[in-house]
């Protein structure tokens, strides 16, 4: 138990499906991140959250739509996604938003996208 | 570009010792993370080291060496749970952690 909690933690949708991810940290961090991880490739940061603010979009398609509605919770609302979507979605928290902090991560969310 | 490598997979017997070697271009350095990360769970933090040399930690330990862009994590008296997928990332100039693949661990009995 890292003290970050992802839900659900397997989702199976549609094309034209609309869902949403949840994350949930208990650590008081200031920082949130959501990453994609696919097979035998590099974590991939999608978005940055530090004190609720939006800090950083690593050109990822209008179709992931981050909330971040206080420093404890992060969404990643889905729509229209695409098979290639299919991956391991991984939330994360640090203390502040510098990379040299560490980074607690949940459990993950397992997207597949038919 | 920058870019870190790392093995893909590695296999090793239980009770023994194996080194998993990281090898880095980046621009600057600010520091480098391992984590473990077993099938179907979070990534966990392992270390960071920002100096050269080594730091033991129980049974594992990580050495760097920023002249060489080179880090190895060395996991000594090998336990079935050690395996997992290793995974080395590092701090760039501008405080961005830039991540390896991962090298997948297979402990044999």
């Known amino acids: 138990e890292t003290g970050v909690t992802q839900t659900p933690r397997h989702l199976v949708m549609g094309m034209t499906n609309k869902k949403s991810l949840k994350c949930e940290q208990h650590?008081?961090?200031?920082?949130m991140y959501w990453y994609k991880q696919s097979a035998k490739k590099p974590l991939e940061l999608m978005f940055v959250y530090s004190l609720e603010e939006r800090v950083e979009n690593n050109s990822v398609p209008s179709r992931f739509s981050p909330e971040c509605p206080n420093s404890s919770h992060l969404f990643l609302h889905l729509h229209t996604l695409q098979p290639e979507d299919s991956a391991l979605y991984l939330c994360?928290?640090?203390?502040?938003?510098?990379?040299?902090?560490?980074?607690?991560f949940g459990p993950g969310t397992r997207l597949l996208v038919l | 570009g920058q870019n870190i490598d790392q093995p893909t997979e590695m296999t090793a017997t239980e009770g023994a010792i194996v080194q998993i070697n990281c090898t880095y271009q980046?621009?600057?350095?600010?520091?480098l993370f391992w984590y473990q990360q077993h099938a179907g769970e979070a990534p966990t933090f392992l270390s960071y080291?920002?100096l050269d040399g080594l730091e033991e930690k129980g049974r594992f330990s990580s050495f760097l060496s920023r002249s060489k862009g080179y880090s190895y994590l060395l996991l000594k008296e090998l336990q079935m749970k050690d395996s997992a997928s290793y995974l080395c990332?590092?701090?760039?100039?501008?405080?961005?952690?830039?991540w390896g693949a991962g090298t997948k661990l297979i402990i044999k009995p």
């Open positions: 990332a590092v701090v760039d100039s501008n405080y961005q952690l830039i």
């Open positions: 080291n920002v």
């Open positions: 980046t621009s600057g350095f600010n520091g």
């Open positions: 650590l008081g961090h200031n920082a």
């Open positions: 994360a928290s640090s203390q502040d938003r510098t990379g040299a902090e560490t980074q607690y």
